[in-house]
């Protein structure tokens, strides 16, 4: 089955951008997903992609996407220490699909 | 819209309990899932449902039961709790978006002793 695997944990300074990187293993996997989780708070959706696409932007966060190593990156413009939080990237098939998640990233902020 | 609602917020149960966590959407979607969520670790799928009336196993689906009798309620029965089930559990609904998202509901944190 589809494995989904990420860095632990991310440092970086108050100002700075985040870059927090993302292997898969199912070539098949039609929607990448980055999800937020803040502390003893669910699941917050914050962008997708589409295997088929590069790249997507949307206000300070840019996915990309290199389908050829199964790698996915998202990258936060200007990180604030209101981005501290764990991040999750996730992978489905399609249709009714569970996700698979990887383990998370802990965005730790620098003042 | 309260989007996904689960109750209880927490609930501690001894060895061998029974318990029902409850889910419930007003999105109007399809699609509902319920995860568990270990230390440290991703989210497992244990159940879905494409629909009232159809559930399928995740993952993870041992210890656990589900029932889908409405688009907007999906409870998660455990019959005979066992320490290995202390896990945060999360609801969520999907299937209606462009790029199938899935919309998560608060949680449910149990422990069982």
């Known amino acids: 089955g589809e494995d989904v695997e990420q860095s632990l944990f991310l440092s970086v300074r108050e100002g700075d951008s985040s870059v927090i990187n993302c292997t898969y293993t199912d070539s098949s996997s039609t929607y990448l997903y980055w999800y937020k989780q803040e502390p003893g708070a669910g699941l917050q959706l914050l962008t997708y992609i589409f295997s088929n696409m590069d790249m997507k932007q949307d206000q300070r966060l840019t996915v990309l996407l290199n389908k050829k190593d199964k790698h996915l990156s998202l990258r936060i413009a200007d990180t604030q220490t209101g981005d501290s939080a764990i991040y999750f990237c996730?992978?489905?098939?399609?249709?009714?699909?569970?996700?698979?998640f990887g383990k998370g990233t802990h965005l730790i902020i620098q003042p | 819209n309260a989007g996904v609602t689960q109750t209880p917020k927490f609930r501690i149960l001894k060895i061998g309990q029974s318990m029902t966590l409850q889910c419930t959407q007003d999105m109007n979607h399809n699609y509902m899932y319920w995860y568990r969520q270990d230390p440290g670790m991703g989210l497992k799928l244990i159940y879905y449902s494409v629909g009232a009336g159809i559930t399928d196993k995740g993952e993870v689906p041992n210890g656990y039961n589900v029932s889908r009798s409405t688009t907007e309620d999906f409870p998660l029965r455990l019959e005979l709790a066992a320490p290995s089930q202390t896990s945060v559990y999360f609801c969520a609904t999907g299937g209606a978006g462009v790029g199938n998202e899935q919309f998560f509901g608060p949680g449910t944190r149990l422990t069982v002793l």
């Open positions: 996730a992978a489905a098939g399609g249709g009714a699909d569970g996700l698979t």
